[in-house]
C-alpha cells in the first residue's frame, strides 16, 4: 500500500505539501496540487481518514439525508452539495430516509456516531418528532434544513420560494383561460406544501376567483394512492376541474396516472402544470409545463452555509429563499 511519503517523493514536495492538498486546510499553488493530485493517481493512493479523524477530531465529512432517492429533484440536491463540499475539501455520503421519521432518526444518530462534521437534511414527510434534531443542534453539530423547512426550529435553511413558485404556475394557467383549477398537494403537514397552497389562494383572489375547497385535493406522496384518488374526481365529468396544478413530482405522476386511466387528454380535456421535471417526460405527448426549483443551487447553497458554520463558529440564522422558473410547453397552453 503506497504512503503518503511516496507521493510526495513522485511529485517532488513535501510530505505537508500533500497533506494540504488532501486536506484543503491550507492553499496550495494550481502547479504543486496537479502534481501530487498526478501522484495520488498514479500510485492510487488513499489516505487514511480515520487515523487522521482520530488525531484531529476532523472527519472532513458531511452527512445529507433525502426522503426518496428515485424522485430526480432530490439527487440533484445532492449533486449541489456534493461539488460544494468537494470545492472546500469535504466528502459527502448521502442516505435516504424512504419519508421515515424512525429511518430519519437512525440516520441523525448514525451520522453523529460517525462523527461527520456537519449535516444536511431534507426532513421526511411522515410526522417527525423534532427534539432531536433541536437537541444536535445545541449540542453543537451543525445543521441545515433544505426544501423542507421546520418550523419553531432555529435552524438555517435553502429552499425555493414556495408561495411565489406557485402563483407562477397557477397564474400561467389563469392566463389561458383556465377557471376550475385543481390543486393535488402532498401532506399539508409540510410547510412547503402549505405555501404552495397559499400561493395558488392567492393566485385565484388576485384573478377575482373564487376558491372552491372541493378544488383542493390532498394527497399523501405515494402515486398509486394519488392515482386513485385523482380518478375518483375525474371521472365525474360535471365536477371536472379544467385545469390541475401538482405540487411536486409524486402527485403529478399520480395525477398523470388518473387522467390516462379517464381517457383525459392534455390539454384537451384538461390543462396541467406541476412542480419539478419528470424523469419521464420524455415519455408524455404533450410535454409538460413544469415550475422548475434550482434543485443543484440548493444543494450548493446549503453545502456553503453549513461549512460556512463549521469553519467559522455561531453565525445569525441564514434563510434563503431561491426563486423557481416556469417552463411551458404544450400541456398548458389554451390560447
Sequence with gaps: MPTIKEVADMAGVSVGTVSHVITGSVPVSESLRTKVQAAIRELDYHPNHVARSLK??????????????TISF???????????????GYSVIAANSSESADRQRELLSLFRSQQVEGILVVVAAAPTPLGQMTRLIEAGVPVVCLDRVPEKIPV?????????AAELGAMHLIGQGYRRIAIVTGP???KNERRRLQGYEQSLKR??????PALVWQGNLRPDDLAAMCGERLRDAAARPDALLCTNGPTAL????AMRACSLETPDDIGFVTFDELTVDELFSPHITTIIQPAYEIGSQAANILLDRIENGASEIRTIRLPATLKIRDSSRRV
Design 254 to 257: 399520480g395525477a398523470l396516472r
Design 207 to 212: 384573478a377575482g376567483i373564487k376558491l372552491d
Design 156 to 164: 438555517d435553511s435553502v429552499s425555493v420560494d414556495d408561495v411565489a
Design 188 to 190: 399539508l403537514a409540510l
Design 56 to 69: 484531529t477530531s476532523k472527519t472532513r465529512i458531511l452527512g445529507i439525508i433525502v426522503p426518496d432517492m
Design 74 to 88: 432530490f439527487p440533484q440536491i445532492i449533486h449541489g452539495a456534493e461539488m460544494a463540499a468537494r470545492e472546500r
